[in-house]
């Protein structure tokens, strides 16, 4: 970086290393501070030191992140280890990643915001075309909320809602914005660790009211 930055009395020279946002730009700086290294983020590429914590607002701003010269010089193997490291990290081994999206078995209407689970093809409220959950996703998030297990009138969901509950599953029942069909949905965690019985539940329910 060939302009100095003002550090006290001092005029120190910076070197430029990343520029990122969100959660990889928050694992470098972690890294980093392990390491002892002295950075600043700019954001925008203009001068003025932002330092590193809760984002808030700031979560999708994009960042530079430049250390003192002579320290990159003393330390350029460690920086561009960690760089590597959470970069690969981020991008993930293709396989790998293909077989977590194959795994997140959700799917997601775009319009209507909802997270449904695969027995759907097409949303319950809008017909709309669904997509991997995984799309839907806010850039903090690792995982929905809850999941829309079935469809249906609200005599059929509030069945099945019954049977969900004496079973020790937290379901939830409610209208859709039209008003055309009631959804029942429940938490992420529980259908992770409770998936067959609760696919059990749901089809034997469905089968037993006429819902699809």
Not at 141 to 158: D, F, H, I, L, S
């Amino acid at each position: 970086m060939a302009d100095a930055m003002e550090t006290g009395a001092v005029a120190t020279e910076w070197t430029p290393v990343y520029t990122g946002f969100g959660t990889e730009l928050h694992l470098v700086e972690q890294e980093l501070a392990l390491r002892e290294v002295v950075f600043v983020r700019l954001e925008g590429g203009s001068a003025g030191p932002y330092g590193f914590g809760p984002l808030g607002s700031q979560e999708l701003s994009e960042y530079t992140l430049v250390v003192p010269a002579d320290q990159y010089a003393a330390q350029r193997e460690d920086i561009e280890a960690v760089l590597a490291s959470v970069q690969l990290d981020s991008a993930g081994d293709p396989a790998a990643q293909a077989e977590a999206e194959q795994d997140f078995d959700v799917r997601a209407c775009l319009a209507c915001r909802y997270f449904l689970h695969d027995f759907f093809s097409s949303c319950p409220e809008c017909g709309a075309e669904l997509v991997p959950g995984v799309e839907l996703l806010r850039p903090e998030q690792t995982e929905p909320a809850r999941v829309v297990v079935a469809a249906g009138t609200g005599v059929a969901m509030e069945a099945l809602d019954r049977r969900l509950r004496e079973a020790g599953i937290g379901s939830d029942v409610e209208e859709t914005r039209t008003g055309a069909v009631v959804l029942t949905s429940v938490p992420w965690g529980e259908l992770l660790e409770r998936t067959a019985e609760l696919e059990a539940l749901v089809r034997y329910q469905s089968a037993a009211s006429g819902v699809e």
